[in-house]
Each structure stands twice: as structure tokens, then as C-alpha cells.
């Protein structure tokens, strides 16, 4: 029976067809309404009573579609904040098969991706809310004047401390506080380093083949870059001792997008370049903290700190909206690199505060801990899937990090599984987007992150991405 209470929310202008199921009418209406743009992004939904008392329709059919609609990813749902329309909904909350060729003018994201499974993303839904929400209160109670100028372009003392600390606590870095550079990033701090290296007379860059194409780009427009293959054992020192390169890039812990984590003896011998060549390392730990089947692997900084540069960031571990990363400078760089810093004007003392105070409490421990497990889950989750769906393919690079690399099944190239997958609202990317050189030493393969997906969503993301290419195996 529909409730006879005047509404009491905001009022909702939805016409629904006379015939056919109500909950399902709902359901499309509502559909229609967010994708023609008359709800867009963080509109606040009445609630199911009052939605129930406008539309003369029960309560229990008004929550049963709502939550069709939060578990399909058109809402979000949060107790005590009501239900909103989900970020994003508009394009990416399609239902399966619906095709989805357009693409938004002057972006690289397609149009209709439901299911994010794009690598180097965490789950944001994740981010600490509450920790961080603490640490911001007390950052702007206890600041002092100066951190609200310009002060120092190495960052605020106080995070430069604490950070040290923690990164030899956690990943075995020998630095002195004097000598850390905070930044807004990995990508900020390799550009800082670039410019650096070039004010000293450096010319040519190493930069290992597979990476990201932007890293690479960035290192391109002041430097020669020498594309450095990999081998089993990850970056290939034969191939950067015969290159003219000075300074060497890598990923040693886990390297991206391949997966592979660098031995012992392949470190020893990238040391050995560095003191033959008087080279530079510049040391990307880009996800040094997640990691499932191993032992942690010390940051290789810790055996050269004065010629190897370590650069991390919080992009992973806490998300991207807070732009916080970090340079263990070695002391002969540290004049030129904050030189490109002061040009660079970018300070955000108050997010540094409240970082050190997430450190100090030990939040970002628990954070940490939380998030990690849930993707070792997710991790598990994604082999297991992949072994019972599609038994004749192979994964790769899964004891760390938020990505994995899929073989495709025999006789299926990239880009028709990535057509396909777009159909199917899956958005993932294919390994050759981040080759340079010889693609025929490489399978065709997806790189997949498993961070992205909310929690609710994640299974379903790993049966339209598995479920899509098993049928298209068949099919052939």
C-alpha cells in the first residue's frame, strides 16, 4: 500500500509507464533520468518513504529499487547521509551490453565504462575519512604562523621527521630529514629530478621498456631517452651498460607493469653500473607497501644512499586526492632539486601537517593494514577467477601491488578483447600501451587493476571482464 504521508525530502519529477512492473519502471526511469542529466552527480535522492508517497507506489518496491540501483553502481548509499547519485553515473552506469563507442572529446576514457579495472588506481571508496578528518583539525589548531606562508621548499620539518622515520622503519631508507623533499607526487618529483640532472650536465635518461608512457614523455622533453629492455630478472643492465644513459629509472621492488621483483644479484650488478658509470638511480616505489607472498624487500636506496634517489608518494596507499610524495635526496642533488622546487611554488604545509599526525597516531598503520588485506583479497579473488574461467590463460606480476598481468587466450590480440570488453562496460588496458620497443618478446595481454572497483562491485567487474573474454574464446 502506498504511504499516505506527504512527502517531506525533496521532490522528485518522474513519470513512470501505466503498465508492467513497478520496481522495474522505477528502476528505469531512474536510469534515464541520470544518464539525459536532470540528476546529475551528488543529487540527493528523497527518501524511500517520501519518494514512495510521490509516485503513490509501496516502500518496499521504492528500497528494493534502490538498492538494484546502489548495488548496480548508479548510487551510493551511506547510513545516516541518505542515498546520492553516484560519481560518475552518468557515463559509466550502464547495464551489460550496451555498446559504447563514443568517446569523450579531448579524453582518452570511454564513454559507459561501468567497471573500472584500469591499473595504478586504489579503491577510494577506501580513503580514510575519519583519520584524516581528525588529522586536518589538528594540523589547523596547532600549525604554527610560518606554515601558512611559503617557508621552506623541502616541506615542513615536522613531516620531514616523521617520514623519515617511518620510510626506515618500513622500508629499510637511510635519510636524513635535512635531506627529504616533499612534493605533490611521483610525477612532480621525477620532473623536479629531471630538471636537477640537467643543471648538473646530465643528457640521457635509462627508462625501462615497458613504463608509463607520461614518465617517459616527462623525462623526454629535457633528456635523451635511452629505452632500456627487461629481462626475467627486470631492468637489463647489459642493455643500460651498452646505452649512453646516466641515469637509470626502475621500479626494483615490483616493476610496473610487468610485475617482476628485481634479485639479489641483478641489484648488485645495477649497483656495480652506477659505481663503474658514476650513475645515477633514481628508485620508483610506487607500491612498496602492498605485498602478499613474500617477505618485504628493502628499498634499494639503502645500499647507495648517496647515488640512488628514492621517490614515493601517497597516490596508492591513501589515494590521489591528497598530492603528497617525496624525494630522499642524495646531498649532491639537493641544491639543484630544490632550486626546481622554489620555481615550482607548490607548498600544501597543511596536508603535510596532517600526514606527519596520520604517521604519529599510528592511523596510517591501520590504514594500511585494512587496505592491504582487503586487496590481497581482491588479489586472490581475481586468480581464483581467472584459474575457473579461463583455465588456459596465465597471470603474472600478482605477489604485490594493485595489478595483474592477463595473458589472453591463443589467437585473441588486444584490441579486439578491448572492443569487446568495452561492450560489456569493462575498462582495463592493454600491455602494448606501455611498449616501446620490441612488442614481439610480449604476449597479448591486459594489464588489470584490481584496486579501483568498490567492494560492492568487484565481483561483478571480474565477471564481465572474465565472463567477456571466455565468450569470445568459445566463439572462435
Known amino acids: 500500500m502506498a504511504d499516505p504521508r506527504p512527502p517531506l525530502g525533496p521532490e522528485l519529477l518522474l513519470e513512470l509507464p501505466a503498465r508492467g512492473s513497478r520496481r522495474r519502471a522505477l528502476e528505469e526511469t531512474l536510469r534515464t533520468a541520470i544518464r539525459d542529466g536532470r ?54 552506469g550502464l547495464t551489460g551490453g550496451t555498446a559504447i563507442s563514443e568517446v569523450v572529446a579531448g579524453s582518452q576514457a570511454p564513454v559507459g565504462a561501468r567497471f573500472d579495472l584500469r591499473s595504478g588506481r586504489p579503491d577510494t571508496q577506501a580513503f580514510p575519512r575519519n583519520a584524516w578528518a581528525r588529522a586536518m583539525r589538528v594540523a589547523l589548531r596547532e600549525a604554527p604562523g610560518e606554515a601558512f606562508g611559503f617557508g621552506d621548499p623541502r616541506g615542513r620539518i615536522e613531516l620531514r621527521s616523521t617520514l623519515a622515520a617511518y620510510l626506515g622503519r618500513s622500508r ?69 651498460s651498452a646505452s649512453a644513459a646516466e641515469i637509470a629509472v626502475c621500479t626494483p621492488s615490483h616493476q610496473f607493469p610487468i610485475g617482476v621483483a628485481m634479485p639479489p644479484e641483478r641489484r648488485a650488478a645495477l649497483l656495480g653500473w652506477a659505481e663503474e658509470r658514476g650513475g645515477w638511480i633514481v628508485e620508483d616505489d610506487y607500491d612498496g607497501e602492498f605485498r602478499y607472498d613474500r617477505k618485504p624487500i628493502a628499498a634499494l636506496q639503502s645500499r647507495r644512499p648517496d647515488r ?19 624525494i630522499a635526496c642524495p646531498p649532491a642533488l639537493l641544491e639543484p632539486v630544490l632550486a ?34 582487503s586487496y590481497h583479497r581482491r588479489r586472490d579473488l581475481l586468480a581464483a577467477a581467472v584459474r575457473n574461467t579461463l583455465p588456459h590463460s596465465r597471470i603474472h606480476g ?36 606501455y ?26 567487474a571480474l565477471e564481465a571482464l572474465l565472463g567477456t573474454l571466455a565468450r569470445i574464446t568459445e566463439a572462435k
Open 172 to 240: 629499510g631508507v637511510r635519510v636524513d630529514p635535512e635531506n627529504l623533499v616533499i612534493c605533490s607526487g611521483y610525477t612532480q618529483g621525477l620532473g623536479l629530478l629531471v630538471e636537477a640532472f640537467t643543471e648538473l650536465g646530465l643528457t640521457s635518461i635509462g627508462m625501462e621498456d615497458p613504463s608509463i608512457p607520461d614518465h617517459v614523455e616527462l623525462a623526454a622533453a629535457r633528456m635523451r631517452v635511452a629505452d632500456i629492455p627487461l629481462d626475467d630478472s627486470g631492468l637489463s643492465i647489459d642493455a643500460l
Open 308 to 326: 640512488i634517489v628514492y621517490v614515493g608518494s601517497t597516490s596508492k596507499t591513501i589515494g590521489p586526492a591528497v598530492r603528497l610524495g617525496w
Open 340 to 373: 626546481a622546487k622554489r620555481r615550482s611554488r607548490d607548498w600544501r604545509h597543511l596536508d603535510q601537517l596532517a600526514f606527519a599526525h596520520l604517521i604519529d597516531t599510528g592511523d596510517y598503520d591501520r590504514h594500511l593494514r585494512t587496505v592491504r588485506r
Open 435 to 460: 611498449l616501446r620497443g620490441d612488442r614481439a618478446h610480449y604476449p597479448s595481454a591486459l594489464v588489470i587493476g584490481y584496486g579501483t572497483p568498490p567492494e560492492r562491485a568487484y565481483a561483478a
Open 398 to 433: 600478482i605477489d604485490a601491488g594493485l595489478h595483474a598481468i592477463l595473458e589472453l587466450p591463443a589467437g585473441l590480440g588486444e584490441q579486439a578483447a578491448l572492443e569487446e570488453l568495452r561492450r560489456a562496460a569493462v575498462r582495463t588496458q592493454p600491455l602494448g600501451d
Open 39 to 92: 540528476l546529475p552527480t551528488g543529487t540527493r535522492l528523497p527518501s524511500t518513504r517520501d519518494l514512495a508517497a510521490q509516485l503513490g507506489l509501496s516502500r518496499g518496491t521504492v528500497t528494493a529499487a534502490y538498492e538494484q540501483l546502489v548495488a548496480e553502481g548508479w548510487f551510493t548509499a551511506r547510513h545516516g547521509a541518505g542515498t546520492t547519485v553516484a560519481a560518475d553515473a552518468a557515463v559509466t
